[in-house]
């Protein structure tokens, strides 16, 4: 029996439906970039900024900025707080001095941890004066469709919830970052599966 080319074409493109429904997504950084602001250098306090979480995330990734792209110059731990003040369980990580050439210092986690809709604080610890720098007040910054930033946070109790803001500070502090896997709604995940499955069966019956 033969098979038009046209069906083949089909075939094909059911199955390559499929296997984007089945494929893995790629990981994304919440703040993907920033213009202007000012360099500032902070000292024994944990920086970072608010921020409202827009879908679920597997998070996998905790980062730093690296303000030259040489290193760092001093270990920091970060976190993720709930915007009740709990550390999320698993969320910490500690971005080690030393590195360089990326405008991010990652931390891969242990193991991924699933974080909900809803506001969260990121914060970084700031140890010595002259270390490594934290942007504040930037005039622009883009970030994943999943994330909203809110406000600037920070605390002087040394690695602890960012509770304090400051009235006027725009985008900041930056500081602090995350990475992970954007989580789709279920219809929208299921989408593709569901297309190249009609695709395969309206091709057997247009075979019979």
């Not at 083949?8 to 602001?37: K, P």
């Not at 995330?57 to 709930?82: K, M, P, R």
């Not at 915007?83 to 030393?98: F, I, K, Q």
Request: glycine share 12%; aromatic share 12%; net charge negative.
């Amino acid at each position: 029996m033969t098979v038009s080319f046209q069906r083949v074409r089909v075939a094909v493109a059911c199955l390559a439906l499929l296997a984007l429904g089945s494929s893995a997504r790629s990981e994304e950084m919440g703040l993907q970039s920033f213009t202007g602001g000012s360099a500032l250098s902070p000292s024994e306090a944990t920086l970072g900024w608010k921020f409202t979480l827009l879908q679920p995330l597997t998070l996998t990734h905790l980062g730093l900025w690296d303000s030259y792209q040489d290193g760092l110059l001093e270990d920091h731990q970060i976190g993720i707080w709930t915007a009740a003040g709990d550390l999320v369980p698993g969320a910490e990580a500690t971005a080690t001095l030393g590195g360089g050439g990326d405008d991010w210092r990652w931390v891969a986690l242990p193991s991924s941890v699933y974080l909900a809709p809803g506001e969260y604080v990121i914060g970084a610890w700031c140890a010595y004066k002259n270390a490594d720098e934290t942007v504040v007040m930037a005039d622009s910054i883009t970030t994943a469709p999943w994330v909203e930033f809110q406000e600037y946070r920070y605390t002087q109790d040394s690695f602890a919830y960012p509770s304090q803001t400051y009235p006027g500070a725009g985008y900041s502090a930056f500081g602090p970052n995350l990475k992970g896997d954007p989580v789709p709604e279920p219809a929208l995940a299921q989408l593709p599966f569901l297309l190249g499955l009609g695709g395969i069966v309206w091709w057997r019956r247009r075979r019979r």
